[in-house]
């Protein structure tokens, strides 16, 4: 128990002001008791106390300035002024309510004010960081952190515009970029694994008026856990305008690619494999001449026409995907036979056979067969 009202009043500010305190309502009630009696006013529920007991014949402001000299030595501690006497000119609350809720508001904003601060600031760092930088920039931030080691190696390397390179998202362990080419001209989408890089690119005006999208793929090892697979990745636009990547990842037990083609064919695409080292799921057949297959490859860049003859594979390619090809071979007679793929949006490629007799030799074209005969 306190020795004195002083040191109670001393103790009780101690205990709700200090650090962790924590006043019961029956010492909340005496605190504000005892500062409303050093301050020489009533505290309310004193006032009231009397009035509803039947005072009503003394001033409660009187009773309650009755108080106990303070003790010698002793210091009587008083709520800022500011709280206590009214502006000159404005009218306020009694004297005794406002001492009494000044004193709680003083206990709640003391402890709250500190963690009110930090919370706020954490979400005004976190609505600004947003609304400036967007969720996809943010993200980019991050994964170009994790990735840092392989982006420095893709800029060293010297394939892309320096600066342009960015990562989009990752899957089945590899990482997707976009990037540029040529000045910007060239749009790319990049796939890393490993020592393992695939890329597609298209001209920027071309993406940008028939709908941004650009695609490749990387074949991924098994590892485990994951079977062997190929990895597609295509780069669109989202509503918001802003780059994402589509992904979906074969494996064999889903598609067989050379399941499409014939025995002889697939000697045809074992043959271009070993010899180029053109993977064979790259391949289409764009038509025959006589029995042999005519494929074409599309690289991501541009596409290229390839026939495999007696001697080898013959190859010719063109810089953009949407540019016709044309590949010519000379016979052992001299008769020239060119191959002309023309690519139609509407259509697809379409392949025209053309024979051109060599010099000086005195030919004819069978109206049936289109074959050159002597």
Not at 41 to 51: G, K, N
Not at 141 to 161: F, N, R, T
Request: glycine share 10%; with cysteine.
């Amino acid at each position: 128990m306190a020795e004195s009202v002083d040191d109670e009043l001393r103790e009780l500010r101690e205990k709700a002001y200090g650090p962790g305190g924590e006043l019961t309502a029956a010492e909340a009630e005496r605190l504000e008791e005892l500062q409303a009696r050093a301050r020489g006013t009533a505290p309310a529920r004193a006032a009231s106390t009397e009035l509803e007991a039947g005072h009503h014949d003394e001033a409660p402001a009187q009773a309650s300035r009755t108080i106990d000299p303070p003790a010698a030595g002793s210091t009587v501690f008083r709520e800022p002024e500011s709280l206590d006497e009214p502006e000159e000119g404005t009218d306020t609350e009694p004297a005794d309510t406002r001492a009494a809720s000044a004193g709680l508001r003083g206990i709640s904003k003391r402890r709250w004010f500190p963690f009110a601060a930090v919370a706020v600031a954490l979400l005004l760092g976190f609505g600004a960081g947003f609304a400036v930088f967007g969720q996809s920039v943010v993200r980019s931030i991050a994964l170009s952190i994790a990735v840092g080691a392989e982006q420095a190696a893709l800029e060293e390397a010297g394939d892309y515009d320096p600066g342009s390179i960015t990562p989009i998202g990752q899957s089945h362990g590899a990482t997707v970029w976009n990037a540029t080419r040529q000045d910007g001209e060239m749009q790319c989408v990049v796939i890393t694994r490993d020592t393992s890089e695939a890329n597609g690119c298209h001209p920027t005006d071309q993406i940008e008026e028939n709908g941004f999208w650009l695609g490749t793929s990387l074949d991924i090892p098994e590892t485990e856990g994951s079977p062997a697979g190929s990895l597609d990745v295509s780069l669109v636009r989202d509503v918001d305008g802003d780059i994402t990547m589509v992904s979906r990842f074969w494996t064999a037990d889903r598609w067989d690619w050379r399941a499409q083609y014939t025995a002889s064919e697939l000697a045809y695409i074992d043959r271009i494999e070993s010899e180029t080292g053109i993977p064979g799921e790259t391949l289409q057949i764009v038509g025959y001449d006589d029995e042999t297959p005519i494929w074409l490859e599309y690289t991501g860049m541009g596409t290229c026409i390839l026939v495999a003859v007696i001697d080898g594979v013959d190859r010719a390619c063109t810089q953009y995907a949407d540019e016709d090809v044309t590949l010519e071979i000379a016979g052992p007679d001299g008769t020239v036979t060119r191959y002309q793929v023309t690519v139609s949006s509407s259509r697809g490629p379409l392949l025209t056979i053309e024979r051109v007799p060599a010099p000086g030799v005195d030919t004819g074209i069978d109206d049936r067969t289109g074959d050159v005969e002597p």
